[in-house]
């Protein structure tokens, strides 16, 4: 039996909350180590704080500092920072990403991996970072493959991949992700209220999807 160990792989500070974030916070309470692969400092980001605290030179530092924070919160306990650019990530040479990450992943022996899935991720250095992590976890025989579990974005995806398998109540930690997303203040400041709002009052609705469940389609090699 391999020792759990998470292994995360997304481009951007803050796909790491957003997505699965609950589901983090679950496992590291379980004493189970997190490692993130981030592929970018998100330095094209359209927001700026508000009031604004950055500008287009700081905010790579100001990003990198507030994922810091994100993984305290999150129980991350291994923040591995790729150095790629913010939105060419679809434009790297792909066999060396995949290196990357298979490397990462045979120094690691992750049981668990979080990436998106690859079609249904919207952005394309999601795309980019979910290819080439499938690409390297192939790269092991199959009965040694961790357990991959995908987040899906794409209007289409239920009519596409059916019901999402991997269902995660994240409720009990619902207030600890909410810590998180506030951690990425450039980003989330002008949404915060609305979520602290949806929280106080119960709005099902809002906080359904957000900071209830997460829900993930398990990977089919
Ligand atoms: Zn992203």
New binding site residues.
């Given amino acids: 039996m391999k020792k759990p160990h998470v292994l995360v792989v ?3 500070p ?2 790491e909350t957003f997505g699965p974030g609950g589901s983090l916070i679950l496992h590291s309470k379980q004493g189970t180590p997190i490692t993130y692969l981030c592929g970018t400092l998100g330095e094209m980001g359209r927001q700026m704080g508000s009031p604004i605290t950055a500008n287009r030179e700081t905010l790579p530092l100001i990003r990198k500092r507030e994922l810091e924070e994100a993984c305290k919160v999150l129980g991350i306990t291994d923040l591995r920072l790729m150095g790629y650019h913010d939105k060419t990530v679809e434009f790297e040479d792909r066999e060396e990403l995949t290196e990357k990450i298979y490397q990462a992943v045979i120094e690691l022996q992750p049981t668990i991996v979080y990436t998106y899935y690859p079609g249904h991720a919207v ?1 394309p ?2 795309e980019a970072m979910a290819e080439a992590t499938i690409a390297a976890l192939a790269r092991l025989p199959l009965e040694e493959r961790p357990v991959l579990y995908c987040l899906a974005f794409s209007i289409n995806h239920r009519q596409v991949l059916g019901e999402p398998d991997m269902n995660v109540d994240i409720s009990s930690v619902a207030q600890e992700k909410l810590q998180a997303i506030k951690a990425h203040y450039t980003q989330t400041a002008l949404t915060i209220s609305r979520y602290e709002a949806a929280l106080a009052h119960n709005d099902t609705e809002f906080i359904g999807n957000r900071l209830q469940l997460e829900q993930y389609y398990t990977y089919k090699w």
């Fill in positions: 997304f481009p951007h803050d796909d952005h250095d999601h």
